[in-house]
């Protein structure tokens, strides 16, 4: 989903500015810049991720302006290179969308909020619940933060989306839920099928490079 022009008042697009900026801030401070300098196939697959991503937000549908629908891709990014690398990752795409069109600049930051720190957020949160409630275990982090993670950051990303545009007054509960909200589901599961599967294959052939799995804890140990 995203924010078209002039669809939004001010201060939506002066509050998640401030968001985002500072949280895009912290971001560069926590990213590990050394160990990317030092590594050289860290830094293709993060351009090569970076550039996938570009990709797969220009593919987009919808009828009504902010209502479009577009595979998000954040769970992987989030899981794969961390919360931190994902954000500024993200970044440069929302950019790149906006340079050619696909996005507003009038709205970049309240996307940014909606299609990008939520979706984080809501991976990052699903990543501390399973290591602190379930089993150490290769199929759970899989399952659960891979594909139902990325599931719930789209219902995240979507429903804070659908709550702007319902609050700021530019469409009724009823439009948003016929044109959107009530597809909601179906969106989820491709999204998940797809994070899923790029983790899948991350973590068997080369686990090592998934920041947040614990190689010891959830193969080693078991």
Same mark, same amino acid.
């Given at each position: 989903?995203g @924010?078209?022009e002039? /669809?939004v ?5 002066f ?5 985002y900026? @500072?949280v895009?801030?912290a971001a560069?401070?926590?990213?590990p810049?050394?160990?990317?300098l030092?590594?050289r196939i860290l830094?293709h697959? /993060?351009f090569?991720?970076?550039?996938l ?7 987009r549908?919808g009828?009504?302006?902010g209502l479009? =629908?577009? @595979?998000?891709g954040?769970t992987?990014m989030t899981?794969?290179f ?6 500024i ?10 340079i050619?069109?696909k996005e ?8 940014g !909020?909606?299609s990008?720190?939520l979706?984080?957020?809501a991976?990052?949160?699903v ?6 409630k379930?089993l ?6 899989l399952? !659960? ?6 599931? =719930?950051s789209?219902a ?9 545009l319902? =609050? ?11 044109e959107?909200i009530r ?5 989820m599961?491709p999204e998940g099928?797809?994070?899923g ?11 090592d ?9 959830y193969?080693?140990?078991?």
């Amino acid at each position: 989903m995203g @924010f078209s022009e002039g /669809l939004v008042n001010s201060y939506w697009l002066f509050g998640s500015a401030v968001v985002y900026i @500072f949280v895009l801030f912290a971001a560069f401070k926590s990213a590990p810049w050394r160990v990317i300098l030092q590594n050289r196939i860290l830094q293709h697959m /993060l351009f090569g991720a970076t550039a996938l991503l570009m990709a797969l937000w220009s593919m987009r549908a919808g009828i009504s302006p902010g209502l479009e =629908i577009h @595979f998000l891709g954040m769970t992987v990014m989030t899981l794969v290179f961390g919360w931190d690398l994902a954000v500024i990752s993200a970044s440069i795409v929302l950019v790149g969308m906006a340079i050619i069109s696909k996005e507003s600049w009038d709205g970049l930051f309240v996307n940014g !909020v909606c299609s990008v720190l939520l979706p984080i957020a809501a991976t990052y949160l699903v990543l501390k619940f399973t290591e602190r409630k379930l089993l150490k275990n290769f199929f759970v982090f899989l399952f !659960v933060c891979g594909f139902i993670g990325a599931g =719930i950051s789209t219902a995240v990303s979507g429903m804070a989306t659908s709550m702007v545009l319902v =609050i700021d007054g530019v469409y009724d509960l009823n439009k948003i839920y016929h044109e959107y909200i009530r597809y909601l589901p179906l969106i989820m599961f491709p999204e998940g099928l797809m994070n899923g599967i790029f983790l899948t294959g991350m973590l068997v052939f080369h686990p090592d490079w998934v920041r947040t799995f614990d190689a010891k804890g959830y193969i080693d140990d078991q």
